[in-house]
């Protein structure tokens, strides 16, 4: 079965267009100016995201939640971290009118100052000793503003990078916006870690777990003026244009492509699901369940994105070789095997070896997978809906797969021991692969 529509639909521009489009000075705009402003944009994203999922664990069921025990106070802070997830799509739905009525750099300059300020902002909030219950709220509403500044933030640069990517080179640039991830985390990881191995307990929960809320706010402003660089220049405002990388109706998406932003939304399940497993899981349950350093669990994450993005770049040159969708599934498939034999053997042993194994393998997986997890999605969009399609399908895939990744994990390793959770890791991979399976037309639009 396939949700795609007819090949009439894909614009093949003519010689004359190629000609008209260079006239008007398109050509001079290189696939590698639109890499850089992609992986700007994606990194100071994921950042600010890995700032709070890291505080989520070291932070926040102290200072916010001290009325319960810590297990508890993680699950609270693990509810409050699904919140962005659960705003992305209205984020997105509510900048589609600012884009409409004020234009994609008005759009792209409130959405990133809105993500660095909620951002900064929870650096100076009060703690729950201070004022009580208002400090939760005042919390919550910082990480709800957030997610709709990132629903918000999409400017459609990841699309047209791979429509214009050189030709059997799209595996590879489709995988370039995906770098971000591993990069923000590794900031972020790092940052934590020299802040909590430098400075004693008293002095991390005061104030040294706010710093580096701090510094969203300036690697966001950096990330905003790159990208204006690039959507506010003639040539790429002509570009954009000519891709129809513009918002289409919405009943008309729905009715259209209703099928496809569902499977779009299923296809990336492994890769999410495996997100936070691998991030955010493994200091939950280092911080609650054994006396190891946090600091080198830290270290062995940071090392372990290292991994990924060697991952990552395999599997763009993999996927310019056997297709995206193949590659996708092949990573599904290895995704699935780890879910049965690494959370329980080696995670669940209780040694540290055993961890940091499960941790470095996972990163190792992740990276392959997530390489493609966009790309192979996003291409089965004919040209008119592939702006909005992709931010619905990145917004549902991330709501579906990794907005509760941590609580889930946490919750079930916690009443049935963590081996368990590579059940839940299995079900992401088994709806990866139900999804690839329904739509076998994910390569036909890469020539668009």
Do not use: C
Not at 101 to 129: C, D, E, S
Not at 339 to 349: H, I, N, Q, R, Y
Not at 420 to 434: E, K
């Amino acid at each position: 079965m396939s949700t795609v529509s007819s090949n009439s639909d894909v614009h093949h521009p003519s010689p004359e267009n190629r000609a008209s489009a260079q006239s008007h000075g398109i050509a001079r705009v290189a696939p590698g100016e639109i890499a850089i402003g992609v992986v700007i944009g994606r990194l100071s994203e994921f950042f600010d995201f890995f700032v709070f999922g890291i505080a989520s664990v070291l932070v926040f069921p102290s200072v916010f939640f001290p009325f319960v025990d810590a297990k508890t106070g993680t699950m609270y802070s693990f509810t409050l971290f699904a919140l962005a997830f659960v705003a992305r799509p209205i984020g997105s739905l509510l900048f589609r009118l600012i884009h409409t009525w004020y234009g994609r750099g008005t759009k792209l300059t409130v959405a990133l100052f809105m993500l660095g300020t909620a951002t900064a902002g929870i650096a100076f909030l009060p703690t729950y000793a201070e004022v009580g219950e208002i400090s939760i709220i005042l919390l919550a509403l910082f990480r709800f503003a957030q997610g709709i500044a990132l629903g918000g933030s999409w400017d459609g640069l990841p699309s047209l990078l791979a429509l214009n990517a050189p030709e059997k080179k799209r595996g590879w640039y489709a995988m370039i916006p995906q770098l971000g991830a591993p990069l923000g985390f590794m900031l972020a990881a790092a940052l934590f870690a020299y802040l909590y191995s430098s400075l004693s307990t008293a002095d991390f929960s005061s104030w040294g777990w706010r710093y580096p809320f701090y510094v969203a706010f300036a690697i966001n402003v950096v990330a905003l003026f790159a990208r204006l660089r690039l959507v506010m220049t003639p040539e790429f405002s002509e570009l954009l244009k000519r891709r129809e990388l513009v918002p289409s109706p919405l009943g008309e998406l729905f009715r259209l492509q209703g099928a496809n932003i569902v499977l779009g939304a299923l296809a990336p399940l492994a890769s999410y699901a495996l997100f936070h497993l691998v991030t955010v899981f493994p200091l939950s349950w280092v911080t609650l369940f054994s006396k190891e350093s946090v600091t080198e669990y830290l270290l062995v994450q940071i090392a372990g994105a290292a991994i990924a993005v060697v991952t990552m770049l395999a599997s763009g040159k993999i996927a310019d070789h056997l297709g995206r969708r193949t590659t996708l599934g092949i990573g599904a498939v290895l995704i699935a095997i780890f879910s049965l034999v690494g959370m329980l053997p080696l995670f669940a042993k209780g040694t540290t070896t055993g961890a940091y194994t499960f941790i470095l393998v996972g990163f190792a997986l992740l990276g392959f997978s997530h390489a493609q997890a966009a790309g192979a999605v996003n291409s089965s969009f004919a040209s008119r809906y592939r702006y909005s399609g992709a931010v619905l399908t990145s917004d549902l895939g991330w709501l579906a797969g990794a907005a509760f990744a941590p609580l889930v994990a946490l919750s079930i390793a916690s009443h049935f021991g963590v081996g368990y959770v590579g059940l839940y890791l299995l079900s992401g991979a088994i709806g990866t692969l139900l999804a690839l399976r329904v739509n076998r037309s994910l390569e036909m639009r890469d020539d668009e």
